[in-house]
Nanobody, 114 residues
Framework: QVQVVESGGGLVQPGGSLRLSCVAS????????MSWYRQTPGKEREKVAL???????EYLESVKGRFAISRDNAKNTVYLQMNSLKSEDTAVYYC????????WGQGTQVTVSG
């Protein structure tokens, strides 16, 4: 079955960096788009970044120039490099596999504070 597992969240000071990883299994990873979303309490989940199977990418306007999504098909892994982090980036970050009806990971907390 499809599994999606995120890692790499944590506490970081404003201006700092984090790299999130998402390992997926149970489907032909290289053939599907993968996305990162985030959610804060009381708000809807929003799409942060998307990478298509061919490598094209899309970003939420507020993270353009600071975040970078990439994928390693040999490792069935998608990454989100987050630089110049701001307090408003604090959220639970979710990985999403755009396969069949879609599959979510369990989420990883990113807290920008200090």
């Amino acid at each position: 079955q499809v599994q999606v597992v995120e890692s790499g969240g944590g506490l970081v000071q404003p201006g700092g960096s984090l790299r999130l990883s998402c390992v997926a299994s149970g489907f032909m990873f290289s053939a599907y788009a993968m996305s990162w979303y985030r959610q804060t309490p009381g708000k809807e989940r929003e799409k942060v970044a998307l990478i298509y199977s061919g490598g094209a990418v899309e970003y939420l306007e507020s993270v353009k120039g600071r975040f970078a999504i990439s994928r390693d098909n040999a490792k069935n892994t998608v990454y989100l490099q987050m630089n110049s982090l701001k307090s408003e980036d604090t959220a639970v970050y979710y990985c999403y596999a755009n396969v069949q009806n879609g599959y979510w990971g369990q989420g990883t907390q990113v807290t920008v504070s200090g």
